[in-house]
């Protein structure tokens, strides 16, 4: 993944002004690439250029990748500000995720 299909990416998506960070994990079936922008940076404008690069750099992505490449925009001011965990002696862990979306 890291080679084949983050690598392409990463190298399309250097390509845009305003980037101040931009770090890459993978494994066995996914990659994730998170790219921090300048805060002068309009965010549309960004959005709208790492759709373009992900567009250009798709063309260069194996041929047996079915879901091609999305992003989504994130305000890291936004992280939860409480996170909790709740455990059952009765409720299986698989059930308990159904219900708690």
């Keep these: ?8 990416i990463e190298r399309q998506l250097s390509t845009i002004a305003g980037i101040t960070s931009l770090t890459s994990t993978s494994a066995l079936g ?6 921090q922008f300048d805060l002068n940076r309009n ?8 759709q373009t690069a992900l567009t ?4 260069k992505l194996p041929v047996e990748m079915l879901v091609p490449p999305s ?8 992280s939860p500000i409480i ?6 002696p ?3 862990l698989s059930r308990s995720m159904i219900m708690a979306r």
């Design 83 to 88: 996170l909790f965990s709740l455990v059952s």
């Design 90 to 92: 009765t409720l299986p």
């Design 71 to 78: 992003f989504r925009k994130v305000n890291p001011a936004d």
């Design 56 to 59: 250009v750099a798709a063309r």
């Design 1 to 8: 993944m890291g080679a084949s299909v983050a690598g392409p």
């Design 43 to 50: 965010i549309d404008g960004a959005a709208l250029d790492v």
């Design 30 to 35: 996914i990659s994730t690439i998170i790219i």
